[in-house]
């Protein structure tokens, strides 16, 4: 079975400055996806941005980035110029290459992201 | 467009009591699947449908049923509510058309079993 780690229950940063996120996973599968999704208080999850096995380039949404080594199963989140609204918990989801995501997403424990103003 | 609808959204029951999630997509997706949220934990995945008439179970599933008898609709039928069942209760809906796929999730359901 699928496993995803999340070493950092919180991280704090600045308003404004760069924070990073990290992620790794254990699988024996060669072709799936990688995501990160936002959780604000309001329980809605959001998705920020999904990652490809198969493609070499790093997968980027605005401010939003990721640093996705396949050898080394790591899967980071990189957010420039922190604003006070990413303040959320941020999950790590794996899941295979299978049709439709039928076999749904395997999740890390999160980590709770504080913006200080 | 409404979505992944899921009623209600936040429930107490008393053990033994049993009950049913809604869980209801108007954009016609194939599959749908339930997650459960407990505190400090990620969402883990307690069944899934891939269409009308097919249901399979994830990591979690005891304690729960479901059926799929519409590709609109997926309900999640607890048999008789136990307090290990506590927990925030998200309905997702996808499509996948071979290369390109993306999750919505509903906005959640909060139980408490007593």
């Keep these: ?117 | 467009n409404a979505g992944v609808t899921q009623t209600p959204k936040f429930q107490v029951l008393k053990t033994g009591q049993s009950m049913t999630l809604q869980c209801a997509q108007d954009m016609n997706h194939e599959y749908m699947s339930w997650y459960r949220q407990d505190p400090g934990m990620g969402l883990r995945l307690i069944h899934y449908s891939v269409g009308a008439g097919i249901t399979d179970q994830g990591e979690v599933p005891n304690g729960y049923n479901v059926s799929r008898s519409t590709t609109e609709d997926f309900p999640l039928r607890l048999l008789s509510a136990a307090p290990s069942q506590t927990s925030v209760y998200f309905c997702a809906s996808s499509y996948w058309n071979g290369y390109n796929e993306k999750l919505f999730f509903g906005s959640g359901t909060q139980l408490s079993v007593l």
């Excluded at chain 1, 996120?21 to 999850?45: A, G, I, N, V």
Aim: glycine share 6%.
């Design chain 1, 1 to 117: 079975a699928q496993t995803v780690t999340q070493s950092q229950p919180e991280m704090s940063v600045q308003e404004a400055e760069t924070v990073t996120l990290s992620c790794t996973y254990d699988t024996s599968e060669s072709d799936y996806y990688l995501f990160w999704y936002k959780q604000p208080p309001s329980r809605q999850m959001i998705l920020v941005i999904r990652q490809e096995a198969y493609k070499q380039q790093n997968a980027t949404e605005n401010r939003f980035s990721v640093n996705f080594q396949k050898a080394a199963k790591s899967f980071s989140l990189k957010i420039s110029d922190s604003q006070l609204g990413d303040a959320a918990m941020y999950f790590c989801a794996y899941r295979d290459h299978s049709g439709g995501g039928a076999d749904g997403l395997t999740f890390g424990k999160g980590t709770h992201l504080i913006i200080q103003p």
